[in-house]
Structures are given as structure tokens and as C-alpha cells.
């Protein structure tokens, strides 16, 4: 590692649980928004919908405010699990799908929730 590159270190890994915070506040309000439409949408019933929608905007404020932030990670790493396996094994559906929701990108918040898990999030966390 270049030493001068250790400063970017803490800050690196705050923007990148803000990206993911974003991403899961987002999906989460869409659950609990329509429950009912996206429990369609993703082959579950309203209620596990809805208590989807919790988990994630919980594990999204912890990760962006640095708060039990290894349990929102937890949470995130679950989630997209359940979601590559569903697109792989229920749906069929391919790395890249025609439609644009292959699981590349599932794979890849998978791989930014495990990044903060392991390193703790840095240096920028409340507790």
C-alpha cells in the first residue's frame, strides 16, 4: 500500500456506506411505500415485505451514521444472499439479464456490506 494513501482510507469507506445506505433507504421506503406491489414483484407476501422494508432502512441508517454499524452490515450481507439466490435458482436469471437486473449488481452491494463488516466501517462511526 502507498503511505499516502492511508489518509483516504476512513473517508473511502464513508462514502462508500453512504452509497449503500442510499441505495437501501431507497429499496427500503419502496417496500414499505407498496407492500403489496413489490411482495408481488419479488414473488413475497406483503407482510415479509414490509418487515424487509424495516430491516432495510434500519441497516441503512446504521451503516450511514456509523451506529452497531457491523449488525447493518449483517443485515445488507443477508439480503443480498437472499436475493442472488432467488435471481439464480427461483427466477434464472443470468450475471447480466436483458433486462438489466442480473445479479451482477447484488453481487456487488454484497461485496461493499462484507467490505464495511471487515473493516468496521473505519474511522468516521459513532459506536
Not at 443470468?94 to 466501517?121: I, N, Q
Request: hydrophobic residues 55%; proline residues 2%.
Amino acid at each position: 500500500m502507498i503511505p499516502e494513501n492511508a489518509i483516504f482510507t476512513s473517508a473511502s469507506l464513508l462514502l462508500l456506506r453512504w452509497i449503500i445506505a442510499v441505495i437501501f433507504f431507497s429499496s427500503g421506503q419502496g417496500h414499505l411505500q407498496d407492500p403489496v406491489g413489490r411482495g408481488k414483484s419479488i414473488g413475497m407476501s406483503p407482510a415479509f415485505t414490509r418487515i424487509l422494508g424495516i430491516l432495510e432502512l434500519v441497516a441503512a441508517v446504521s451503516i450511514a451514521l456509523g451506529i452497531f454499524l457491523q449488525w447493518g452490515a449483517a443485515i445488507i450481507i443477508l439480503t443480498m444472499l437472499g436475493a442472488i439466490y432467488k435471481k439464480i435458482f427461483v427466477w434464472h436469471t443470468g450475471f447480466y439479464a436483458k433486462e438489466g437486473y442480473g445479479w451482477h449488481y447484488d453481487l456487488l452491494l454484497l461485496a461493499g456490506a462484507l467490505v464495511v463488516l471487515a473493516t468496521s466501517g473505519g474511522a468516521y462511526v459513532l459506536f
